[in-house]
């Protein structure tokens, strides 16, 4: 799946979610409920978020061309219903590189996103100044951005040193803001890492989740990671041992591409 993004600023954020939502609802199926409207094309689908000042679009398709057409109907009808307002519509993706001048945004980002169901604790005391570090670095991770803001990351590089195994990657520190769940931004993020790493020799993507982590484990499973192995009672957190899962997919040529 590819995903595209659309920041347009308007004091008027919910009208126009409700009035392209309304429209569109007559031709195809569509949602909407207090801040967050969704239409449903035959080819792709359009998510539309609405804040103050501004209101956030994700268009997600199977190509490049669903995708175009999707942000082209959405467009249109976006300046025709703006007639007192000077509307500016851009598509970007959703997902790219990461860049050192990240940092700031995925330190921060970081340190908000985890919990003990999700994460080690002992990682959030840890004194960090920097986000990336030698474990950590910008060429193995994509970021997610609304409107330039980073609300997501992840990272994919190869992980089994030997040259048996130069097939398999490994996904890791996938991560979104809390403001920012249940929009697809994880699943952009992985779709995006898995055409990486696809375009890099990997032929299977490997991960890790903590037990306790259900809604993690219920996104990897949508996404057809299965479970390999379960470490049984590998760490303690609040008292309580808690399993390691490890989780896997094999990637499929239509996984590959660059981001
Ligand atoms: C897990 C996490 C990355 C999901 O990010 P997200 O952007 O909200 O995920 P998506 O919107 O792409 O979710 C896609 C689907 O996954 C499933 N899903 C995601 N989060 C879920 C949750 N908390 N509970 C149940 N299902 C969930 C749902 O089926 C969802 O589809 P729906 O919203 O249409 O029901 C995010 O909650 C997070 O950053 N958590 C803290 C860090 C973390 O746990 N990382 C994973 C470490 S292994």
């Not at 268009?59 to 976006?78: F, P, S, W």
């Not at 970021?143 to 590089?157: F, N, P, R």
């Not at 809390?178 to 991960?207: D, F």
């Not at 057809?224 to 989780?247: K, N, P, Q, T, W």
Request: glycine share 8%; hydrophobic share 40%; proline share 3%.
């Amino acid at each position: 799946m590819l995903y595209t993004t659309a920041h347009v600023v308007t004091d008027r954020p919910h009208r126009y979610i409700k009035q392209l939502v309304s429209h569109m609802g007559r031709k195809v199926p569509t949602e909407l409920d207090a801040d967050r409207g969704s239409i449903r094309f035959s080819i792709g689908s359009c998510l539309l978020v609405a804040s103050t000042g501004h209101f956030d679009m994700i268009v997600k398709a199977g190509t490049a061309d669903a995708v175009a057409a999707v942000e082209d109907t959405i467009t249109g009808h976006l300046l025709r219903f703006a007639t007192k307002d000077t509307l500016t519509v851009d598509w970007l993706p959703l997902v790219r590189p990461a860049a050192t001048e990240d940092d700031a945004a995925l330190l921060a980002l970081d340190r908000a996103a985890w919990t003990a169901g999700s994460g080690l604790p002992s990682t959030r005391v840890e004194e960090r100044t920097a986000y990336f570090n030698e474990r950590r670095k910008p060429e193995t991770h994509l970021v997610a951005a609304l409107g330039g803001q980073v609300i997501g990351t992840v990272s994919v590089h190869r992980t089994n040193p030997f040259p048996e195994g130069a097939h398999v990657f490994g996904l890791w520190n996938l991560l979104v803001a809390g403001q920012a769940r249940r929009m697809g931004v994880a699943s952009a993020l992985l779709s995006a890492a898995e055409r990486r790493a696809g375009s890099q020799g990997a032929r299977k993507i490997g991960l890790r989740v903590l037990a306790t982590n259900t809604g993690a484990i219920r996104l990897y499973e949508q996404h057809g990671y299965a479970v390999e192995g379960r470490y049984v009672d590998e760490f303690l957190i609040d008292d309580a041992y808690v399993d390691d899962i490890s989780m896997g997919k094999r990637l499929t040529p239509t996984s590959q591409g660059s981001v």
